[in-house]
């Protein structure tokens, strides 16, 4: 379900599906741990399917935010300004607290509030589109249907799909199918 795109909105984005990744309360808890918005073990029982409207929206206005750049095209207005709005919100405080084997860990400072989450969501975004060094790294993906976008921080930056495992793979296996029926014709 999760997709590290080297960016957390980025991660976001990629969870636009067909099919849907943010079905329900339970897949966006996934999502936020997955992705590292809350750390691993904060009790997320408040996120529910309530909280899936407000992820959607901003889903989208980053995907259009992000299309736009890639096209190269003016952003859309309205979509940057309903980013802009979220990212001026606080965002999640963290503290440092022990574990039961005495390690520091990193907590929510009180407690899990949907608002800090979506602005460090958004202020992410606002970082990766006015950072000329990360916009120039975007990519989208070349798998056949696949709609990820991501950072390319591969050597040389020739990275052409968002997984090697999966765009990747179908895409070379796709290329041998193609080579072994050309090679039964002639």
């Not at 989208?60 to 990212?87: C, H, K, M, Q, W």
């Not at 607290?97 to 800090?116: C, I, K, N, P, S």
């Not at 990275?159 to 014709?185: D, I, K, M, T």
């Amino acid at each position: 379900m999760w997709f590290d795109s080297g960016r957390l909105c980025l991660d976001l984005v990629g969870t636009f599906g067909p099919p849907e990744v943010l079905r329900d309360g339970a897949e966006l808890r996934m999502w936020l741990t997955g992705a590292g918005l809350v750390p691993y073990g904060t009790p997320l029982a408040g996120v529910d399917d309530d909280w899936l409207l407000p992820f959607r929206e901003l889903r989208r206005d980053l995907g259009t935010l992000v299309r736009a750049e890639l096209a190269g095209s003016v952003p859309d207005d309205a979509a940057l300004a309903r980013v802009n709005s979220a990212a001026a919100g606080p965002p999640p405080g963290l503290c440092a607290v022990r574990d039961g084997d005495g390690h520091l860990v990193r907590e929510l400072r009180g407690g899990v509030e949907r608002a800090a989450l979506l602005a460090a969501v958004a202020r992410d975004a606002v970082e990766l589109l006015t950072d000329p060094g990360d916009r120039a790294l975007l990519r989208a993906c070349e798998g056949d249907g696949c709609t990820r976008v991501y950072l390319d921080t591969s050597r040389g930056h020739r990275r052409r799909w968002c997984s090697s495992e999966l765009c990747g793979n179908r895409e070379r296996v796709a290329r041998h199918r193609r080579r072994a029926l050309a090679s039964r014709a002639g």
